[in-house]
């Protein structure tokens, strides 16, 4: 990690000195004009400090702003499941029940409020520090290497955020109605802890947005080639039990609703399969370009 970011502060260092050559003024030295185009391995550092600062500053303007919201976002949308009419339920005429919240902690309210700003504070500032990063990394990135981060980066914060809508609209729903219906005696009634509720939610809404990074991470495996279409063809079928094992763990233990994540989850490896396919493709056509068989 230390070695990977002294080489990419060296090429920020000779991309600015090529950008801004020295050339003196008539009120400056030739001495002073280089040590004014070419920063040194400290001021790097310094401008990395302050991009870390300008990105946290952006996750505490929207946390304060989630503060702000917070009756909002607290009552429809981390309570919005728990109500029995909760769009998904309407729309998909699902006969639910509300659920009955209680807080057993004194301060089981307090720190839930919280959290729950602070998680969604961190959420949405998070590309305010993902903006200043790339800022900071650009210039040391070749040509090739920026387009391919762009659409890296696209592409990961859409299968994120498709893997946080299912998790919010299909898994968090249906799991808390079937815990909530689930009895072993008349003499237990179900009543959710508060902070427990927000847990469970938090884990089945952001848990399935990392399942769904799954092309991503292929995608940059076969970049460096250690997945590839034939080795994701050969493990299919033990990645198919095991993508079952994960969608159990997600879900309530009911078959429905570990069929509604396993099915996504098989259809998103073998379109990692086509991702590979095609990371491959562009790791070969650059190969080929870098040793002149292809024009550029």
């Not at 990063?133 to 990135?141: M, N, Q, R, S, T």
Request: glycine content about 6%; overall charge positive.
């Amino acid at each position: 990690m230390a070695s990977r970011l002294k080489e990419l502060i060296r090429r920020r260092r000779d991309r600015s000195a090529r950008r801004n050559p020295a050339v003196p003024s008539a009120t400056q030295s030739k001495d002073e004009s280089a040590l004014g185009s070419e920063m040194s391995f400290l001021d790097h550092l310094e401008d990395l400090r302050w991009t870390l600062i300008k990105g946290g500053s952006g996750i505490v303007l929207m946390t304060i702003v989630a503060a702000v919201f917070s009756d909002f976002i607290v009552e429809e949308v981390l309570m919005g499941p728990a109500k029995a009419e909760f769009f998904i339920y309407n729309y998909l005429n699902f006969d639910a029940q509300t659920l009955v919240l209680q807080s057993r902690n004194p301060t089981g309210q307090f720190f839930a409020h919280m959290g729950a700003i602070l998680a969604v504070g961190l959420v949405a500032g998070a590309p305010v520090l993902i903006y200043y990063i790339w800022k900071f990394i650009e210039p040391g990135l070749y040509p090739s290497e920026k387009s391919g981060m762009r659409f890296s980066a696209l592409f990961a914060t859409l299968f994120f955020l498709l893997g946080v809508a299912f998790g919010y609209c299909i898994t968090t729903p249906f799991a808390l109605q079937f815990f909530y219906a689930y009895q072993i005696s008349d003499l237990i009634i179900n009543e959710f802890d508060i902070a427990r509720y927000f847990s469970m939610v938090t884990w089945w809404v952001f848990g399935a947005g990392v399942l769904f990074e799954l092309p991503v991470v292929v995608y940059f495996l076969s970049k460096v080639g250690i997945a590839t279409p034939e080795r994701l063809r050969s493990a299919r079928k033990y990645a198919i039990p095991g993508l079952m094992f994960v969608a159990a763990l997600m879900t309530p233990p009911d078959p429905l609703s570990m069929m509604l994540v396993w099915v996504p989850l098989i259809l998103l490896f073998q379109g990692s399969i086509y991702v590979s396919k095609y990371s491959i493709r562009r790791r070969e056509l650059a190969l080929k370009k870098a040793w002149g068989d292809v024009p550029k």
